[in-house]
């Protein structure tokens, strides 16, 4: 079975500090790793996915995470916070190649921004 | 914007009544999955479609069930409501195959159901 550990349920830095959001995921078959952002109200956004090509993936706003299959982590880090980063951000795992796109998400980290 | 819109966007029911939520995918999109997601906790998936038949189901119990239309348009109905079904419910589509190659889900915005 797969799981999705995210460590912190709020997570506050100041605005231009580093974000880090930590992930750490459990699966006993390939994996396919997201993140994705919720704003207040509104419905999921892909930030950024794994899915077997390079282990340090680039997303959207800025944001970046690094697959590290040896400590089963996929944490999501950004090098300067802006206020519009506030919002929920949730960490998902899937299996590659299941006849099914089923995502099991984390139970999510609120980032909160101080001015 | 996704591309993934959702009707109706609030609605409140009573504990034992029958609802339908509805869902436009992406122009294109072959697959569609519902997600419920309670308050303050992270979506958990109910089921996918992929070209009309459900082809993959979560830990939800019969009386939630679903359809998907040839033109890729789906309905979520959920029967006999519990209080415990209060939640976001989450429309989302992908283009497709036999097997999840990781392709992007894109995520409509939600209905929000009350059950009283």
């Known amino acids: 079975a797969q799981s999705v550990t995210q460590l912190g349920s709020h997570v506050s830095v100041s605005e231009g500090a580093l974000v880090l959001l930590r992930c750490n995921y459990s699966?006993?078959?390939?994996?396919?790793l997201f993140w994705y952002v919720q704003y207040p109200n509104q419905g999921l956004q892909l930030l950024l996915k794994?899915?077997?090509?390079?282990?340090l993936v680039k997303g959207i706003n800025g944001f970046e995470a690094e697959f590290k299959k040896s400590e089963t982590s996929f944490h999501l880090t950004k090098p300067s916070a802006h206020m519009s980063d506030a919002a929920e951000y949730f960490c998902a795992v899937s299996e590659a190649y299941s006849s099914a796109s089923k995502i099991i998400f984390g139970s999510g980290t609120r980032l909160s921004i101080r001015p | 914007e996704t591309g993934v819109t959702q009707s109706p966007t609030h609605l409140i029911k009573t504990r034992g009544q029958q609802v339908t939520l509805r869902c436009s995918s992406q122009?294109?999109?072959?697959?569609v999955s519902w997600y419920q997601q309670a308050l303050g906790q992270g979506p958990q998936f109910i089921f996918q479609y992929y070209r009309e038949e459900e082809n993959g189901r979560g830990n939800f119990p019969p009386r939630f069930s679903g359809l998907q239309f040839p033109n890729y348009s789906s309905e979520l109905n959920v029967n006999a409501l519990e209080l415990d079904d209060s939640a976001l419910y989450l429309c989302?589509?992908?283009?497709?195959?036999?097997?999840?190659?990781?392709?992007?889900?894109?995520f409509g915005e939600g209905s929000w159901l009350t059950v009283v």
């Open positions: 794994y899915t077997s090509a390079a282990t």
């Open positions: 122009s294109g999109h072959n697959t």
């Open positions: 989302a589509s992908s283009l497709g195959g036999e097997l999840f190659s990781g392709n992007t889900i894109y």
């Open positions: 699966s006993s078959v390939p994996p396919y």
